[in-house]
T-cell receptor
Framework: KQEVTQIPAALSVPEGENLVLNCSFT??????LQWFRQDPGKGLTSLLL?????REQTSGRLNASLDKSSGRSTLYIAASQPGDSATYLC????????????FGKGTHLIIQP | DTEVTQTPKHLVMGMTNKKSLKCEQH?????MYWYKQKAKKPPELMFV???????INESVPSRFSPECPNSSLLNLHLHALQPEDSALYLC?????????????FGEGSRLTVL
């Protein structure tokens, strides 16, 4: 059974810092990996999808990397802003086809103005 | 248009009520999902519909009854719920193309059971 772990569970940094969120998964036979953002009481916003054949994916100030063989992914946020404050979730497919995602518990990020 | 629309946004119901949550997407996705999320926890998969057929039921109690009337709509019928069923219910959709595609989530329906 796939298990996803995210470190750290919480992070509070001053505005402007670059930061790294970590995600690890136990079964490396994944099809892709997805990073989400969730604001309090809201739904999940897809940030980046990395296919298993890719090493990294970029969107604006966000860069996600994937090392499938070691079962790890990182989300790099450059020049953090207070608006980046949210919970960041990493997820991998539970199986093939349309089997849904297995989520990590998330990293709760606070960017101090 | 990458949007999944859920209604209602908030629902309060008694344990004897019957209500429904609705989800709609117009992205042509053929997989749709219901997730349940408790406070400060990650989403947990409840049901998966693939090509309008129920493909996964994660041992969810029968007081939750999913329905997929067509490829764009997904409902979750609620009956005789318990207070511990209070949670954020999230709908998602994705393409199916050999493997799982990117999942897009709605804003969720916040359910409170009294």
């Amino acid at each position: 059974k796939q298990e996803v772990t995210q470190i750290p569970a919480a992070l509070s940094v001053p505005e402007g810092e670059n930061l790294v969120l970590n995600c690890s998964f136990t079964d490396s036979a994944i099809y892709n990996l997805q990073w989400f953002r969730q604001d309090p009481g809201k739904g999940l916003t897809s940030l980046l999808l990395i296919q298993s054949s890719q090493r990294e994916q970029t969107s604006g100030r966000l860069n996600a990397s994937l090392d499938k063989s070691s079962g790890r992914s990182t989300l790099y946020i450059a020049a953090s802003q207070p608006g980046d404050s949210a919970t960041y979730l990493c997820a991998v497919p539970s199986g093939g086809g349309a089997d849904g995602l297995t989520f990590g518990k998330g990293t709760h990020l606070i960017i101090q103005p | 248009d990458t949007e999944v629309t859920q209604t209602p946004k908030h629902l309060v119901m008694g344990m004897t009520n019957k209500k429904s949550l609705k989800c709609e997407q117009h992205m042509g996705h053929r997989a749709m999902y219901w997730y349940k999320q408790k406070a400060k926890k990650p989403p947990e998969l409840m049901f998966v519909y693939s090509y309008e057929k129920l493909s996964i039921n994660e041992s969810v109690p029968s007081r939750f009854s999913p329905e997929c009337p067509n490829s764009s709509l997904l409902n979750l019928h609620l009956h005789a719920l318990q207070p511990e069923d209070s949670a954020l219910y999230l709908c998602a959709s994705s393409h199916i193309a050999g493997g799982p595609g990117e999942l897009f989530f709605g804003e969720g329906s916040r359910l409170t059971v009294l």
